[in-house]
Every structure is written in structure tokens, then in C-alpha cells.
């Protein structure tokens, strides 16, 4: 089991900056791809941003490209995500997420975790 628990949030004024960790237990992140999700009040949950754990790729959403960084430190078990020049849009609670697929004889074996949140508020 890994256990995620999410910090750095906040409330910020609009062109503001965050940085949220998510720092893990239980076990090493080591195979797992992480990421972040967020979800607004009234909408479901959306794709922030990944690091794949092949090649340490990153991926982000449209939304938020060339505003986000996401990282991670794996001799911390952590990952953070850098939040610059933040919009009303980017209120929500921030969840953190590692996930890992495991190929067996008997098929996939998919891991899935998720922090309990960390609240974002952005104001104009």
C-alpha cells in the first residue's frame, strides 16, 4: 500500500505562485507514474500533470502548460507541483496520484492511489 499526503495549498491572488508536495509512505514511488488531478466545485475530476517513470517523461494539461512544473525526488518518496501565474480557472481541490501496471502471467496488475487533496483558491 502507499499512503499520499498532499501540502502547499492555499489562497493566492490571481499571477500568484504555489507549490504543492505530496510526500509518500508505505512503499517507494520507484515504477510508479505521478501525477496530479484536479477537481472544481461542480466538475469532475481533470488531468493536471504526470512524470511517467519510463524516461521521467512529463505530460501536462492544456490548461495549465507553461505555468505548472511538475517533479519528483525520488530519494524523498515525493513529488511537487510548481503552480506560476495562477487563474481564477485554477481553483480546486489538487489531488496527487501514482499509479503502476504490472504484467503478470495472469494478466495486468494495475496499482492505484490517490492523496486526500489539498484546496487551491485563486482570487481576483
Known amino acids: 500500500q502507499v499512503q499520499l499526503v498532499e501540502s502547499g495549498g492555499g489562497l493566492v491572488q490571481v499571477g500568484g505562485s504555489l507549490r504543492l508536495s505530496c510526500a509518500a509512505s508505505g512503499r517507494s514511488l520507484n515504477y510508479y507514474d505521478l501525477g496530479w488531478y484536479r477537481q472544481a466545485a461542480g466538475k469532475e475530476r481533470e488531468f493536471v500533470a504526470v512524470?511517467?517513470?519510463?524516461?521521467?517523461?512529463?505530460y501536462y494539461a492544456e490548461s495549465v502548460r507553461g505555468r505548472f512544473t511538475i517533479s519528483r525526488d525520488m530519494a524523498k518518496n515525493t513529488i511537487s507541483l510548481q503552480m506560476n501565474s495562477l487563474k481564477p480557472e485554477d481553483t480546486a481541490i489538487y489531488y496527487c496520484?501514482?499509479?503502476?501496471?504490472?504484467?503478470?502471467?495472469?494478466?495486468?496488475?494495475?496499482?492505484?492511489?490517490w492523496g486526500q487533496g489539498t484546496q487551491v483558491a485563486v482570487s481576483s
Open positions: 512524470v511517467r517513470w519510463t524516461g521521467g517523461s512529463v
Open positions: 496520484h501514482a499509479e503502476r501496471t504490472q504484467y503478470t502471467m495472469q494478466g495486468p496488475d494495475r496499482s492505484e492511489y
